[in-house]
């Protein structure tokens, strides 16, 4: 089945910074590539994804990269406020057949004042 | 906007007891996934349904088991409760045919 690593599992920034968070993927058949973001004791919430007729996609801080040949995508969030604090998770998926998303073990993003 | 309806939002229950969680999808989703969120853990998949039949299985216990019902809501039973088995219990659904998935707010289980 699909294994999705990411890294890294915390991440410290000042505000204003950027924030970049990575995941590879096993599977060279998953297509679809959602980030969550998930408050404390809340629900994942989508926040961007990409598929893999896509290598980028952006919205407003936000922006998603995938490479298919090297199996790995990315987040990244610019400007980062205190409220961008929080888990985020990456998961990796293939259409025509199961949906099942597999998910990152996440990274706790701490945005500092 | 409608949204995923998990219900109850908590609950407390002893060692060996049963617990059934509910879920209601958005309306005209015909999809429901159950996942299981143990503390600083990642979601993992439990179960899904499509169309009221059970589609694919995780990594749910013998001791548990779902339905999707004919209204398109899907109930999680939980038998002979374990302490391992205090989690957020995340519900999600999604459009026919989609791979995106909305998730509900979750049922927290706590097992004393």
């Known amino acids: 089945g699909e294994n999705v690593e990411q890294h890294p599992s915390t991440l410290s920034v000042q505000e204003g910074d950027s924030a970049v968070i990575k995941c590879t993927y096993s599977d060279s058949a998953s297509n679809y590539f959602p980030w969550y973001k998930q408050e404390l004791g809340k629900r994942p919430q989508l926040i961007i994804d990409?598929?893999?007729?896509?290598g980028e996609k952006k919205d407003q801080r936000i922006a998603v990269t995938l490479n298919k040949t090297a199996k790995h995508f990315s987040l990244h969030i610019t400007e980062t406020q205190p409220e961008d604090s929080a888990v985020y998770f990456c998961?990796?998926?293939?259409?025509?057949?199961?949906?099942?998303?597999?998910f990152g073990r996440g990274t706790s993003l701490i945005v500092h004042p | 906007a409608a949204g995923v309806i998990q219900s109850p939002r908590h609950l407390i229950k002893e060692k060996r007891e049963t617990a059934t969680l509910k879920c209601y999808p958005i309306p005209r989703h015909d999809t429901v996934y159950w996942y299981q969120q143990g503390p600083g853990q990642d979601p993992q998949f439990l179960i899904s349904f499509y169309e009221k039949m059970q589609s694919d299985k995780g990594s749910i216990p013998d001791r548990f088991s779902a339905q999707q019902f004919s209204d398109y809501h899907s109930e999680l039973n939980m038998g002979s409760l374990e302490l391992g088995d205090s989690a957020l219990y995340f519900c999600?659904?999604?459009?026919?045919?989609?791979?995106?998935?909305?998730f509900g707010a979750g049922s927290r289980l706590t097992v004393l």
């Open positions: 999600a659904s999604s459009f026919p045919s989609t791979d995106v998935l909305t």
């Open positions: 998961a990796a998926s293939k259409s025509g057949g199961s949906y099942i998303p597999t």
């Open positions: 990409i598929r893999s007729n896509v």
